[in-house]
């Protein structure tokens, strides 16, 4: 978990954190559609429900059919339960194709 990012406010209100934390995930490229759905419905529902900022990249990792996908929210709880909604929406796709991993240069 990465503490900070653009536009990121440090300190404490009220007992929550207002320091906004990011998790970035690394998802294969046919599994984008699970997270985005048709016309962006999916992940315009899931930030609805979750509360976080969540994106997915436009382009692939270098020499990588697999994606970046950014989670960001203020509550450590939130960003966790929205990476699990994430992961559980590629669960079935993700099986579909062989999966070329990411291999750092």
Known sequence: IHRGGRGGRRGVRGGSST??????????SHCCSGIIGKGGS??????????SYIQVYTLPLPLSEEYCVRIQN????????TAVRVFDS????KGRSPIIMYDPI
Request: charged letters at 40%; aromatic letters at 4%.
């Open 42 to 51: 999916l992940i315009k529902k899931m930030k609805e429900e979750t509360k």
């Open 19 to 28: 320091q906004k934390l990011e998790l970035r995930l690394i998802v294969p």
């Open 74 to 81: 203020f509550e450590q709880s939130d960003l966790i339960r």
């Open 90 to 93: 590629i669960a079935d796709i």
